[in-house]
């Protein structure tokens, strides 16, 4: 690794105002990137960055360019190595380590679909950006990343390995504080920064007035204007009012509006491959996105799905020049980067399966002519894609002009120099250990899942007192944490109550794809045994139940036998505990509505809010101790 003295950034210990702190000391002149003994304009700090971009470009060649616009997950080992193992397993075998991709395709862009430890993650961040460094023009690596603060088992986040906790998107709609949502942005943004990562693949400004769709737990839920303002707190607290060098950018998603999934079917897969209107509500659907401009957001992501009867041509929306040239570059005047979503060109062989590339509506295409429609529709990168040599053979066959590919890496570049990639994209492994996880971070994402805890119903008196002599039953609860606050037993009837933890149901599609079995699609309510069990419980003994919703759950029979009924959105045993006997208060306030039956959600609209018929539970529904 080249180093420089007191070039290391200063990493912020403090909130919102850390912008302002963290700065570069007395950076170098210049990094010698292509190693030719002089300072060219791009490696000039004191240079404006349009000027330094245009001589970047006018050196890059056509491979570099065409692996610039390429993005894909890649490894970091368990112990901090970037080069593939002998006898490595799972993804560590399938994934290409990042000097294969950087060396051999020229790629400056990857997102870790692992979660190694906080030092080996630093180390790995490190030494990915000294293979950079040794490339032909030094161009630095930029690192993004799906969530990694969330407590949840959502397939869509990493685990928050040694990160601080907090709910998901919805538990801080839940909660409504935009304070703490921009407070939050900026400790993810300290934690991300302190590990080398740069692009945060979120938030989702989608919203969810599908309720059966999987990735309703990623959205703020379904009301706009709620979602709206969620959106702007969260990219100021990781972009600052202005993109700079400790920034996180935000690659927002998924433009415009993934939420009108026919019957919640993702489409992820060919099960379902279009979105749908009825209620001619596609406008609804892009107020967060429109406040997500307002903040400047560096980054857009549109979603696989076909916007069916919207536009001109019914393909998926990275294919469509009506979504990504009219209504985004040329409507809103977006001029950041576009990345589409993961996997769009080319197949998945998921042995012995084959996952076919989300090329909804162009199916009949080739992958060469996919990615030329791509680039056509005015997108800049793809997402889960190794393929640059169709770009390099549309260039130099003149299917596509140079200039053209030139606006996009412009767009690229432009966010690597503003982030200061290419002033030190070098991190401090002890900084990273101190900072990710802090003390004070981990107690805000605690209090937070106490305060996003949402009571929905309280016919037991709550909150309960602390007794030893207090006897307690719990079902999917650690009875250890319970013990803190009663005498355990083993049997409902030993009991004075029960505490029970739920999750929404789910139904697993019928398919031989791995990945599409772990995604909850299907019916929200409780059935046969599972239902039973739980109205059992709830005969036998006053019982206290907790639903995890990462879909509105379905429970009309559950919510009137039991005694106590609350909602999260990732919360920690310990947290609900804590709400039940009152060491804190629940202020969340549902940020969908519970629909009573299956029948109501199966005639709602799938593009427009709160509209199912007679609900369980009103949009905003919450009551305080």
Not at 51 to 77: H, P, Q, Y
Request: hydrophobic letters at 40%.
């Amino acid at each position: 690794m080249r180093k420089f003295s007191n070039t290391i950034p200063i990493l912020s210990i403090t909130l919102l105002s850390s912008f302002t702190l963290m700065s570069f000391i007395d950076p170098p002149k210049y990094r010698d990137l292509n190693k030719n003994g002089k300072m060219d304009p791009y490696e000039n700090v004191k240079l404006p960055i349009e000027k330094r971009i245009d001589n970047l470009i006018s050196l890059m060649n056509i491979e570099e360019k065409a692996g610039m616009m390429f993005i894909n997950g890649t490894l970091i080992n368990t112990d901090g190595s970037i080069d593939k193992k002998e006898g490595a397993t799972g993804m560590a075998a399938r994934l290409p380590s990042p000097r294969e991709l950087i060396v051999d395709k020229k790629m400056n862009h990857f997102n870790y679909w692992q979660a190694p430890n906080v030092k080996e993650l630093a180390i790995g961040y490190n030494a990915i950006q000294k293979v950079a460094e040794d490339t032909r023009l030094g161009i630095p690596v930029t690192i993004a990343s799906d969530p990694r603060h969330y407590f949840s088992n959502n397939v869509f986040a990493m685990e928050a390995n040694g990160f601080s906790q907090w709910p998901e998107q919805l538990g801080f709609a839940a909660i409504n504080d935009t304070k703490l949502m921009q407070q939050f942005g900026d400790i993810a943004r300290q934690e991300y920064l302190a590990v080398g990562i740069r692009e945060a693949l979120h938030p989702m400004a989608d919203l969810a007035t599908e309720p059966r769709w999987p990735r309703v737990s990623g959205t703020f839920g379904e009301d706009a204007n709620l979602s709206a303002r969620m959106i702007k707190a969260y990219i100021l607290g990781f972009q600052g009012t202005k993109l700079g060098h400790n920034s996180v950018a935000c690659m927002t998603k998924h433009f415009s509006g993934g939420g009108p999934q026919k019957e919640g079917l993702d489409p992820h897969f060919q099960y379902q491959k279009g979105q749908v209107y009825p209620g001619k509500n596609f406008d609804y659907h892009l107020i967060p996105f429109e406040a997500a401009f307002d903040v400047k957001t560096a980054a857009i992501m549109p979603y696989y799905g076909v916007p069916m009867d919207q536009t001109s041509e019914n393909v998926g929306f990275s294919y469509n020049k009506d979504i990504i040239t009219k209504l985004l570059r040329d409507k809103y005047k977006f001029d950041g980067v576009v990345c589409t979503d993961w996997g769009l060109v080319s197949d998945t062989h998921m042995e012995p399966v084959l996952w076919p590339a989300r090329a909804w509506g162009v199916e009949n295409l080739s992958e060469i002519q996919r990615v030329k429609k791509i680039i056509d529709s005015g997108c800049d990168q793809f997402g889960g894609e190794n393929c640059p040599q169709y770009i390099v053979e549309l260039v130099k066959e003149g299917q596509i002009k140079e200039s053209r590919i030139n606006q996009s890496i412009r767009r690229l570049l432009r966010q690597k120099f503003i982030l200061g990639l290419f002033d030190n994209p070098y991190i401090d492994v002890d900084s990273a250990t101190k900072i990710v996880g802090r003390d004070d971070f981990r107690k805000l994402g605690e209090t937070t899942q106490r305060r996003s805890m949402t009571l929905l119903k309280n016919d037991i008196k709550l909150p309960l007192a602390a007794d030893s002599k207090l006897k307690i039953y719990v079902k999917n609860v650690d009875a250890k944490a319970a013990s803190k606050y009663g005498t355990i037993v083993s049997l409902p009837e030993q009991a004075d109550i029960a505490i029970i933890r739920l999750n929404t149901p789910w139904v697993p599609l019928d398919t031989d794809n791995p990945f599409a079995k772990g995604f909850h699609h299907g019916d929200l309510d409780f059935k046969g045994k599972d239902l039973e069990e739980v109205l059992t419980l709830c005969k036998t003994v006053p019982t206290i139940v907790d639903i995890y919703l990462d879909r509105p759950a379905v429970f009309p029979e559950i919510n009137a036998a039991a005694k106590g009924v609350f909602a999260n959105y990732g919360a920690a045993d310990a947290a609900l505990l804590d709400i039940i006997f009152g060491n804190a208060k629940p202020e969340g306030k549902l940020p969908f509505e519970l629909p009573s039956s299956m029948e109501a959600v199966r005639n709602q609209k799938e593009d427009v809010p709160y509209d199912s018929k007679d609900p369980l539970y009103p949009f905003g529904f919450g009551l305080g101790y």
